[in-house]
């Protein structure tokens, strides 16, 4: 059908003409955005210059290693930069090639400004050697250049056959920081690329997909801007993880957005002659389930505020922005744009006022078909395939070593696994001890004498403390060295007076995941609670609420337990991060909701209208089917796109959250949801008014004597 043949029936009953105020609203709405992005521009672009990625960024905010890491920075010459200097022949180090690294060694020493030169330490099979660097003296704005400029000044004077690496934990930073670098660009890029194809697919015209496109981006950068803003006046903590994570969130969360209220103003585009009208209707109704949704998501984001994990805290307030910016486009922008642009807009298939409804049985007729012949079936079907796959969070691995969190491993790592094979009894990365100075030698006799220390010494003073480094005898990240940083803090904490703290790499990761534990058992209650009673206010019933909860955190665990069956074997993955279950549960329940939402809303509206609950089931989940599929794509596939990133916390994360948004749009909302629907009926409304005025009234009990013999006899049965 052409656009003018659609626009028929307007031309043979002229609508009386628009107030002014009304016509001029979505010139008005659009124009305002226009001044935003504007001015949201330059900030925006300003966001990647404040995003942090130290090692203090990720720590608990309370962790002894985090004390010692802002202590560091208190000492003179700042926190210590500690270097490996590795060299490695495979079949043995000749004289040659160990006097060629011991001038190296001095050069460099003489080129850092270090009293001496570290001494060499070769290995019992002769084939590497390895000097440890301890750089200070370096300011903030130098020393993302250290590394690079050491490793410029080793690669010249080395023997053909020899490899010289450099490692250490500022090797592995400075790795780190490289690839966290090179994320935004590409990470945008293809985010947008995604929307784009899935857009017109679902659309199938070739100018409505660029709408909600356009929209996102505004609220995307809009987004950008406010972070930046935040960032500046309150100090927030934006890392590379809680900004990419943003970026992936505005496109998905609005796309889904766009889709939801595009659906309905298509539906009211067939019952009103003018846009606007219809648009009014489409807002009035489906704005009340994406104002519940985004403030579903919002809440949910924000009770990360109670973590103790700097970036997992840091995280809340920027999804949360980014959600809030999405939700303002959507709402405003989006609108507007498609009254202005009119029906032509879905050009080839343009709603025609009083046309048909589409009719045809669609998937999610049969869905309903067959939930309504076989619901008890259905339902335990689908719970037990949630609980086979939520077993496989038993296979999870281990936590993940800070130098495992690369797909491709960097020069830093390879060093640090050349040692670890050449020297499986002594650790290339030193704890750090900090204690008060006047009881650094009780501290310092007391460090030597704990089991599994192999040496120790004090590396400089300055302010009131003293720093020792202390080389454990076990490998990094080992439980044995995880034991002997437990035992270490116990010894050293019974000096009097000293203060002591313990931190450096491996006590930081161990802090890492004992806080993210601790973050999970306050931060999962805090979640539940906040969305139950979002939930609660918007559907006026407990059960209908306990029902969608218990669907997401379903299959928020069926998605964990899937990425314990696949990390190792498949991925390769050596470990698990330990902050991927707090930030998965909350965007895989946060999200989640959101298709329960989307559906249970439209079955409130059904049951309002007149429908009883199990036809307002099957209805709603064929209104709503198809636009929450198209959604729950978008959104898997926005949070996919972390997936071909090279860290694995975000390939972890990604692929979590996207396997949770595909197990709730068609399996938990579409069979386990409306199943449970059908089998409580009226009951899911409980205790709302709609719950009450469903049921019938009791018929009034006559007197015993005054009721028929039958009936008698049936109540004494």
């Not at 079949?91 to 190296?104: C, F, H, V, W, Y």
């Not at 100090?235 to 943003?246: A, D, F, K, N, R």
Request: glycine letters at 10%; a negative charge; hydrophobic letters at 50%.
């Amino acid at each position: 059908m052409s656009a003018g043949a659609a626009a028929g029936p307007e031309h043979s009953h002229p609508p009386r003409p628009l107030p002014v105020r009304r016509r001029a609203l979505p010139w008005a709405l659009a124009g305002l955005w226009l001044v935003v992005l504007v001015l949201a521009l330059p900030f925006a672009g300003r966001l990647h210059g404040v995003t942090r990625d130290d090692a203090v960024d990720y720590l608990p905010a309370g962790a002894d290693s985090t004390r010692v890491a802002e202590l560091q920075q208190e000492l003179p010459g700042g926190e210590a930069l500690e270097v490996v200097l590795v060299h490695h022949r495979e079949e043995g180090l000749t004289a040659a090639d160990r006097e060629a690294a011991r001038q190296q060694a001095e050069d460099l020493a003489r080129e850092l400004g270090l009293a001496g030169t570290p001494q060499g330490m070769l290995s019992e099979d002769r084939t590497t050697e390895m000097h440890l660097f301890t750089v200070l003296g370096v300011t903030e704005d130098e020393r993302q250049a250290v590394v690079p400029d050491i490793r410029d000044r080793v690669r010249e004077g080395v023997p053909e056959g020899v490899s010289v690496r450099v490692g250490g934990s500022e090797a592995l930073l400075a790795d780190m920081e490289d690839v966290y670098d090179g994320v935004d660009g590409p990470l945008m890029m293809v985010t947008v690329g995604v929307v784009t194809v899935l857009l017109i697919l679902i659309y199938r015209s070739p100018m409505l997909w660029l709408v909600p496109l356009v929209c996102v981006g505004t609220a995307a950068v809009t987004a950008m801007a406010v972070v930046y803003g935040l960032v500046q006046g309150f100090g927030l903590t934006v890392t590379t993880l809680s900004s990419s994570i943003m970026t992936v969130l505005v496109f998905g969360a609005g796309t889904d957005y766009a889709l939801l209220l595009v659906a309905r103003y298509r539906e009211e585009l067939r019952r009103h002659p003018r846009p606007s009208d219809a648009m009014t209707a489409a807002v009035r109704g489906a704005g009340p389930a994406i104002l519940a949704s985004s403030g579903t998501v919002a809440a949910g984001l924000l009770c990360l505020l109670a973590a103790d994990l700097n970036s997992t805290r840091g995280l809340g307030p920027v999804g949360a922005v980014g959600v809030l910016s999405a939700l303002a486009a959507m709402l405003t922008l989006l609108p507007a744009l498609l009254v202005l642009l009119g029906r032509r807009v879905f050009w080839p298939r343009v709603p025609a006022h009083g046309g048909p409804e589409p009719s045809g049985r669609n998937l999610f007729d049969r869905m309903g078909s067959s939930i309504s012949r076989r619901p008890v079936t259905i339902l335990g079907a689908g719970a037990a395939v949630l609980g086979a796959l939520a077993l496989g969070t038993l296979s999870l691995p281990d936590q993940l070593r800070q130098q495992d969190n690369f797909t491709s491993p960097p020069e830093s790592v390879t060093a640090v696994e050349t040692v670890g094979r050449a020297f499986p009894e002594h650790s290339s990365s030193p704890l750090t001890v900090l204690t008060r100075t006047g009881q650094a030698g009780a501290v310092l006799e007391q460090a030597r004498n704990t089991d599994g220390v192999a040496e120790a010494g004090i590396t400089r003073d300055g302010a009131g403390w003293t720093e020792i480094a202390v080389y454990p005898a076990a490998a990094p990240e080992t439980a044995a060295e995880a034991d002997l940083i437990e035992n270490l803090r116990a010894e050293l904490r019974a000096v009097p007076g000293a203060e002591a703290l313990v931190g450096g790499v491996s006590a930081q990761q161990l802090d890492l995941g004992a806080t993210s534990a601790d973050d999970l058992r306050t931060v999962i209650p805090l979640v539940l609670g906040t969305v139950l009673a979002i939930l609660i206010l918007l559907l006026r019933s407990v059960v209908a609420p306990l029902v969608l909860l218990a669907g997401v955190v379903a299959s928020w665990g069926a998605a964990l337990g899937l990425g314990g069956l696949v990390f190792g074997p498949l991925f390769g993955f050596q470990g698990t991060d330990p902050v991927l279950p707090i930030i998965s549960f909350v965007f895989g329940v946060a999200l989640g909701v959101d298709y329960g939402i989307f559906l249970m809303h439209r079955m409130r509206e059904e049951v309002l209208a007149g429908a009883d609950t199990r036809t307002a089931a099957l209805t709603a989940l064929r209104r709503t089917g198809g636009v929450i599929a198209s959604a729950g794509l978008v959104l898997a596939a926005t949070f996919t796109v972390l997936t071909t990133l090279p860290l694995v916390v975000m390939i972890q994360v990604g692929f979590v959250v996207a396997v949770g948004v595909l197990l709730d749009t068609f399996l938990v909302r579409s069979y386990i949801v409306t199943s449970t629907a059908w089998l409580l009926g009226d009951r899911i409304w409980w205790p709302g008014a709609l719950d009450r005025r469903s049921r019938p009234a009791p018929s009034p009990r006559l007197p015993a004597a005054s009721r028929p013999a039958a009936e008698r006899a049936a109540d004494d049965r």
